[in-house]
């Protein structure tokens, strides 16, 4: 696929505020940090488009974004990161509810990148939030970020690992993607898949 244009749309709190769902939409999730605005903007190849930054917490809200307004376009949406310590606990529930309610009740979304930093070992509270996804019957896809922080061997090694560790809880593991903002790697084939499952859609 190849992306012509990127505009943001809009940032909502709740379902009501997200755009009419008549395009196929994607939804990025994960811990806070993990990379997702910075993947975001190295898909659509537009810097700058979700805010980055070294302070996690930054994205606050359901922010949609067109990609290709103008001919077989599609809602990429960026979601607030989980299991950020730094915030109070009721702040926290509010996000979790709506970040919840967004995904069980989304009509178009069409697949839910879970990120995870290739650089860490698997945590309690993604493999928890993916299990949850599954049994909610929600498609989801993996996304490693950051994997230029390793070497190939490295990379290699943590991937096995934590393939490992997901099949105690999957028989058939969700799709997998290896990326890094940095050096572009992973982004064809996150595109390749988008561009398949928009084939899906029906309005
Ligand atoms: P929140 O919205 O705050 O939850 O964060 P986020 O998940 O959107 O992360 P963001 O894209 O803002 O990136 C967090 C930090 O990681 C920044 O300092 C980025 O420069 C860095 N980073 C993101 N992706 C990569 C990558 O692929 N490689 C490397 N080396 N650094 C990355
Ligand atoms: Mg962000």
């Known amino acids: 696929m190849i992306i012509t244009d990127a ?3 809009s940032s909502a709190v709740d379902l009501k505020g997200c755009p009419k769902p008549h ?10 940090n ?3 605005s910075s993947l975001i903007n190295m898909l659509v190849n537009k810097k700058g488009l979700a805010k980055t930054s070294a302070t996690p917490g930054k994205t606050r809200a359901i922010n949609h974004f067109v ?4 001919s077989k376009a599609w809602y990429l ?22 970040i919840r309610s967004y995904l069980r009740n989304r009509e178009n979304l069409m ?3 879970v990120l995870i930093d290739a650089r860490h070992e698997a945590q309690k509270i993604d493999l928890e939030f993916m299990r949850n996804l599954g049994k909610m019957g929600l498609p989801l896809a993996i996304v490693f970020t950051k ?3 390793l070497s190939e061997g490295q990379l290699e090694r943590a991937m096995a ?3 490992n560790k997901l099949s105690e809880d999957w028989n058939e593991l969700p799709p997998l993607f290896y990326t890094s903002a940095e050096t572009r790697m992973g982004r064809e084939e996150l595109l390749q898949y988008i561009d398949d499952a928009n084939k899906l859609f029906q309005a």
């Open 7 to 9: 505009e943001y749309v």
């Open 23 to 32: 395009l196929p939409e994607y939804a990025f999730i994960g811990r806070s």
């Open 34 to 36: 993990v990379g997702k």
């Open 67 to 70: 990609i290709n307004p103008k």
């Open 77 to 98: 949406v960026d979601l607030p990161g989980y299991g950020y310590a730094k915030i109070s606990k009721d702040v926290r529930k509010l996000w979790e509810g709506f």
């Open 111 to 113: 697949c839910i990148f």
């Open 147 to 149: 994997c230029d922080k």
């Open 161 to 163: 690992a934590y393939a």
